[in-house]
């Protein structure tokens, strides 16, 4: 997550998503993770974070005033209809059935309430995929979204199945990354340990591109699906 630091839009993402959240009333979110979202946003109601980890939700009861629970996504354990909010921020892309946890964000919605779904595009830091051939991985797109296809693309229509008035807006970002350190460190959380030969050749494109351009930009393509329950 430490790459996402050289991201050159001066608001970050955090900062953009809160403006435009739901945050009164009964508020939920799903795949909370460390719950970053709720040191840097404050909510007006009741907030209830659920992650499916178990040290993600040790994280998130540093949150203040949050219940926090453990749970599937595709199995929350509430009743129908009590919440105001559902809030899944780049969560979705992680599920093997993405549409079961859409079915339940509108279950546990009351009519009226709103939904904030965020989800990356397919050329998503494409620019680290042309990478994969450099070591030897050449697969190495197919790993960062290997899950499911959930993307900026399909997600409106999957979102729509369940819900009314789906508008979708992109946060205008991309990194530009000074050094090859942080992109190697990022290409290895994803992939594993690299060999010394990978980590040279990877090294070596990276800063041939520093040294071209100036910086290693990546390109980023994040958007925010917001809709509304239904009345019925």
Request: net charge negative; glycine share 8%; charged share 25%.
């Amino acid at each position: 997550m430490a790459l996402h630091s050289y991201g050159t839009n001066p608001q970050s993402w955090f900062a953009w998503l809160g403006e435009r959240l739901p945050l009164g009333g009964d508020v939920l979110e799903v795949g909370a993770g460390t719950g970053e979202l709720w040191h840097r946003v404050s909510h007006r109601g009741r907030l209830t974070l659920t992650d499916f980890s178990p040290a993600m939700c040790e994280r998130l009861r540093e949150v203040p005033d949050a219940r926090v629970l453990r749970c599937d996504a595709t199995h929350l354990p509430f009743r129908a209809g009590v919440t105001d909010a559902v809030i899944a921020n780049c969560m979705l892309y992680h599920l093997d059935d993405p549409d079961a946890a859409l079915r339940e964000f509108a279950r546990v919605l009351r009519p009226g309430g709103r939904l904030a779904v965020a989800v990356n595009g397919r050329d998503h830091m494409a620019e680290l995929n042309t990478l994969g051939p450099v070591i030897g991985c050449p697969d190495l797109a197919v790993r960062f979204h290997d899950r499911n296809d959930v993307t900026a693309e399909t997600t409106p229509a999957r979102v729509a199945a369940h819900f009314t008035d789906v508008t979708v807006e992109r946060y205008p970002d991309e990194l530009a990354v000074p050094a090859a350190e942080p992109i190697l460190a990022y290409i290895t959380s994803m992939i594993g340990p690299l060999t010394a030969a990978q980590e040279s050749a990877g090294r070596a494109a990276i800063e041939a591109r520093i040294d071209a351009e100036g910086t290693f930009r990546v390109r980023k393509h994040t958007v925010l699906i917001s809709a509304t329950r239904g009345p019925h």
